[in-house]
């Protein structure tokens, strides 16, 4: 799962601290609603795509809870998918759950890639592209 986790410094005596108030790109509904009975100087989104950038902002709240005006906008983006590398021989890459067999031949999950016979003997580099989803590496893998 991706989060974000904002933490705001501030000093400005009896006012509330204060609270994220929206989040854009893409936008869940109720989220200001919710944020603004917190009393926390941190907060962390959670269930968000990676790769992507969220605009947040804050604002004051008072002891009678009236909002006061908006920060500007701050962008934060979370990490995108960091690849993992797999070498090992086709047998054990299915044992592994990073590829499958049919009909005597080893399959790349996800991208079904032809991996050869189905046996001890051929070995390949798998690069997990996203969850789930290998690719044949063995010219080279970036992770």
Same mark, same amino acid.
């Given at each position: 799962?991706t989060a974000i986790e904002l933490r705001l410094?501030?000093?400005? /005596? ?8 929206? &989040? =854009? ?7 200001? &609603?919710? #944020?603004?009975? &917190? &009393? ?13 950038? $969220? ?12 909002? /006061? ?5 701050? #962008?934060?983006?979370?990490? /995108? $998918? ?16 990073r590829a499958h067999q049919s009909g005597g031949?080893? $399959?790349?999950? /996800? ?14 580099? #798998?690069?997990? =592209? ?14």
């Amino acid at each position: 799962m991706t989060a974000i986790e904002l933490r705001l410094i501030v000093d400005i /005596g009896d006012v509330n601290t204060p609270q994220p108030a929206a &989040r =854009t790109a893409p936008q869940r509904l109720g989220d200001a &609603r919710a #944020l603004q009975s &917190r &009393r926390s100087a941190s907060y962390t989104d959670t269930g968000l795509a990676s790769g992507t950038g $969220y605009h947040y902002t804050v604002a004051a709240v008072d002891s009678a809870g009236s909002v /006061g005006a908006s920060s500007s906008p701050v #962008l934060a983006t979370t990490n /995108g $998918y960091i690849p993992a590398c797999f070498t090992d021989n086709n047998y054990n890459q299915v044992a592994a759950g990073r590829a499958h067999q049919s009909g005597g031949y080893a $399959y790349a999950n /996800g991208s079904n890639q032809n991996m050869g016979l189905y046996n001890l003997y051929l070995t390949h580099t #798998l690069e997990e =592209t996203s969850d789930g989803h290998y690719v044949i590496a063995d010219s080279g893998c970036p992770a």
